[in-house]
């Protein structure tokens, strides 16, 4: 498979081609790679792209792993429905 | 973006610009394109401060001239800014408009006020009776509303690609760009500046600009120089993305409560809680939470079974009179732009201007006497009543 057919973020549809030309220009933090593509702002906060991204900045650094900064998980870490926020479970008043 | 590699670099610059937000990336692109060379310090990456943590919004909307004056040149520059700087990164620029509610006799009053001022100024805002707003966008629950003032021409753009935008464009031009680089202090000597230490290491200039938002405050101290300004801390949320239909800002000045629909289809919510703590820390309040959705959702019913997915917060930089200070400091050489008081970002593309002015002691384009530091010990202060 080529590197542009391999969608990274499913939520924003980032490429495995897009990760790497970004790092390539320089930006080595998972945070700065959000600002730019959106990855991790998605329905699923990065469940599904944090690792593989992680994973690309440690190869272009040479960095291992656990050096990786993560950057930083967001509340409610599951998406909850806005009325719930509001009113709880007995719903909305009006 | 040249991180950590200040050790390879000469630690000399014509200016030194301290903070990487949207006024210091712009100000450091307006520079580099006179042929200066600037050299720009930031602690995280460029946007990380109060810039990209911002609701982004773009508004002429303001009570006071010389904020709609520069306002009006930002929504000037806008609609061409992601060409001029490259056209590399989206800005999502928009003009869904920006649409402020009052419910008392009070905040119309001053938002008719507002509406006459922006309109003395060739700003196409408008007031709007209830029954005008529910034909426009009849899926807001006007109750309980008197009016609101409205401009079409007002938006959103989006506040990281932005400030991003502005420093890879400023690095091209040959500016140097340092992330995840603090500045401990600044330094002077005999009453001018004469640079800043970095990590430890000196950097060399005889200019200096602070554009640190509420950081700020302790890196002008440490020269001696007193800014009114204090940070605080605000939050927001963003929804899952849902079918765009243009959802101005609406913004109410009552409950400090906003929200807004931004290109992708996500709504954003943002309320004002005084209780809120004074610090750059960016922690998360569950309270918040609570709060915003009821004030919004009384207001726009229909997004209730809509999903929230990440709540976030930054700091505003706020000086007494919601005002920013733009000015020479009493120490040579040392300028600073901050204090914006949480409606900075807008003032971006005037915010490098006025720097590039100033370094070359032109007259500003805009008079920006109001903006001077010396108004807090002159008594003399100029509030700005649109702020949220």
């Known amino acids: 498979m080529k590197e542009d057919d391999i969608v990274v973020c499913r939520c924003e549809e980032i490429t495995l081609e897009e990760i790497r030309s970004w790092i390539g220009k320089g930006y080595r933090h998972f945070d700065e790679l959000k600002r730019i593509l959106r990855v991790g702002m998605g329905p699923c906060q990065g469940r599904g792209c944090r690792d593989i991204i992680l994973r690309e900045l440690s190869r272009a650094t040479g960095e291992p792993m656990d050096k990786i900064d993560p950057g930083v998980i967001r509340p409610p870490v599951k998406p909850i429905k806005l009325g719930l926020c509001a009113y709880g479970k007995e719903g909305a008043p009006i | ?83 001029d700087l490259g056209g590399e990164l989206n800005l999502e620029f928009t003009q869904w408009g920006y649409l402020w509610v009052a419910y008392t006799d009070e905040s119309m009053a001053q938002l008719e006020k507002n509406v006459s001022l922006q309109q003395s100024l060739d700003i196409p805002s408008e007031i709007l009776t209830p029954e005008e707003m529910k034909r426009r966008w009849p899926y807001l629950n006007v109750e309980r509303m008197i009016g609101a003032a409205f401009c079409a021409k007002d938006g ?21 760009i340092f992330t995840y680089t603090p500045a401990d202090k600044l330094l002077a000597s005999g009453g001018k500046i004469t640079g800043v230490q970095v990590a430890g290491e000196i950097w060399s200039a005889p200019r200096v600009l602070l554009t640190a938002g509420p950081w700020s405050t302790a890196l002008a101290a440490s020269v001696g120089v007193e800014l009114p300004v204090t940070a605080e801390r605000h939050n927001l949320l963003v929804t899952e993305t849902i ?13 400090g409560a906003y929200f807004k629909q931004v290109p992708n289809g996500s709504f954003f919510f943002g309320r004002d809680d005084p209780d809120e703590p004074k610090t750059t820390e960016s922690g998360n309040s569950a309270k918040f939470l609570e709060g915003v959705t009821k004030s919004v959702l009384q207001r726009i019913p229909a997004l209730k079974g809509v999903r929230v997915v990440h709540q976030w917060s930054g700091p505003y930089d706020v000086t007494p009179d919601h005002q920013a200070i733009i000015d020479w400091t009493p120490v040579e050489g040392l300028w600073v732009n901050c204090g914006w008081s949480g409606h900075g970002l807008q003032f971006g593309p005037s915010g490098g201007r006025l720097a590039k002015e100033m370094f070359f002691g032109e007259h500003t384009f805009v008079d920006i006497h109001n903006f001077r530091l010396s108004r807090f010990a002159e008594n003399d202060l100029f509030m700005e009543p649109a702020f949220i």
């Open chain 2, 1 to 83: 973006m040249s991180e950590n590699k200040s050790q390879n670099t000469k630690k000399t610059a014509d200016v030194i610009i301290v903070g990487g937000g949207v006024h210091g990336a712009s100000a450091a692109y307006h520079l580099a394109k006179e042929g200066i060379d600037a050299a720009l310090f930031e602690k995280g990456y460029l946007s990380s401060g109060g810039s990209g943590r911002s609701a982004a919004g773009l508004r002429q909307h303001f009570g006071t001239e010389v904020n709609c004056r520069l306002a009006k040149y930002n929504l000037e520059c806008f609609p061409t800014l992601q060409d």
């Open chain 2, 156 to 176: 959103h753009i989006n506040p990281h690609t932005l400030t991003l935008a502005y420093g890879r464009a400023a690095e091209k031009l040959g500016a140097r």
């Open chain 2, 243 to 255: 079918e765009p239909f243009e959802c101005p800002m609406t913004l109410c000045l009552d409950d």
